[in-house]
């Protein structure tokens, strides 16, 4: 009996080791896979996004550095790398450094420059269409021709310089253009005949001078003061802070104010260079131009005032046209409105509409 009982806890006390050494077995295995998987865990850091790298854009200006339209470019310029969040920035590059303007609007249209702030006179050759804004007396006043380029009118003006491969971006204020000459001063229609003046480089511009009987003479802007200096031309036509800051009032002393136009400044891109451009940040560098433009429009006004005060102390002659003598300048722009007006006599017409 009793060496059945130890048979029997003999066989218990083998099954257990067994069970034991089973036990024992197993659970090493199942360590290195628990290893394993917290190494894999620690050894994958993660992953912080690239950072995106800045898209830099020239912009090109014939002005100084102080002048009105350039601080409006580089409010411009601020303005789009604070709303693009640094994706975008602007350089800008003052004094016709990269250029005069004729010749800055060609490379801009082929990408070699990215942007520029020009009169829409040069840009007519591209855009025929902008010779509407630019006709005489088109407009009553400043007000008048703000309301026309801040509506949508305005808009379809920008628009039509895409078929040229620019991209309108916003408008800057232009000032009301007046003659001035180193001869004489004018008080009559009849006072022009024969003088010779430099005019931007526009068709309707040349037209314009003949019409009122003087000579009309294409120069790039760089080269006016020396051309007056010599005798090449006797005056040009311009605003008070251009009048000021390209020194003309030194060679030509009579200024004459009769108002015949104003031509808008535009903000035009490469469409090239907008290539590289998000559709986003396209339309925030839209935003930031018509930002821009109050600012600027502050700027030039406080200009004018400065600019008439410093050329009145340094000598020029002031001459203000009457309202009779200002009616006869107009009426002798009928052979312009007839060759420009025909093709445009709808839009024409919306923008005298306008109030």
């Known amino acids: 009996m009793i060496k059945k009982l130890l048979g029997i806890i003999f066989i218990v006390a083998m099954m257990a080791a067994l069970a034991v050494g089973c036990a ?3 659970t090493p295995a199942e360590t290195p896979a628990e290893t394993e998987t917290t190494t894999e865990t620690a050894e994958t ?4 996004p690239a ?5 830099v854009l020239k912009l090109a200006e014939t002005h100084p550095a102080d002048y009105p339209t350039t601080l409006g470019d580089y409010e411009f310029a601020r303005l789009v790398e604070e709303k693009t969040e640094g994706r975008v920035k602007i350089e800008v590059f003052p004094a016709a450094q990269l250029g005069e303007e004729k010749d800055v609007i060609e490379q801009v249209q ?27 007396y088109i407009y009553r006043d400043a007000d008048h021709m703000w309301n026309v380029l801040n509506s949508e009118i305005g808009e379809n003006f920008l628009k039509s310089v895409e078929s040229a491969n620019f991209v309108g971006l916003g408008w800057f204020d232009p000032g009301q253009r007046n003659f001035y000459n180193s001869q004489k001063e004018i008080t009559s229609l009849a006072d ?12 309707l511009m040349m037209d314009m001078v003949a019409a009122l009987g003087a000579s009309p003479t294409p120069l790039p802007y760089g080269e006016v003061y020396s051309a007056i200096q010599t005798g090449i031309i006797d005056g040009a036509e311009n605003n008070w802070p251009s009048y000021d800051t390209s020194s003309h009032f030194e060679v030509a002393k009579y200024y004459t104010i009769d108002g015949h136009v104003r031509v808008p400044e535009i ?11 998000s559709a986003e940040d396209l339309a925030i560098m839209k935003e930031a131009a018509k930002e821009a433009q109050a600012f600027q429009i502050e700027k030039w006004e ?4 400065e600019s008439r005060k ?13 309202p009779e003598a200002k009616a006869e300048f107009a009426a002798a722009m009928e052979p312009v409105y007839q060759k420009y007006a025909a093709e445009y006599t709808d839009l024409i017409k919306q923008v005298q509409e306008v109030q």
Do not use: C, Y
């Not at 022009?192 to 068709?203: A, D, I, P, Y």
């Open 24 to 26: 024992k077995t197993e």
């Open 45 to 48: 850091p993660e992953e912080e």
């Open 51 to 55: 950072p995106v790298e800045a898209v």
């Open 110 to 136: 082929i990408g070699a420059i990215d942007l520029t702030r020009t009169s829409i006179a040069p840009l007519t050759e591209f855009a025929p269409s902008l010779n509407v804004l630019q006709l005489p």
């Open 192 to 203: 022009l005949k024969g003088l010779k003046f430099r005019v931007m480089q526009s068709e």
């Open 267 to 277: 903000i035009i891109a490469s469409s090239i260079a907008m290539q590289k451009i």
């Open 302 to 305: 406080a200009k004018e005032v």
């Open 310 to 322: 410093k050329v009145e102390e340094a000598g020029s002659i002031i001459t203000e046209l009457t």
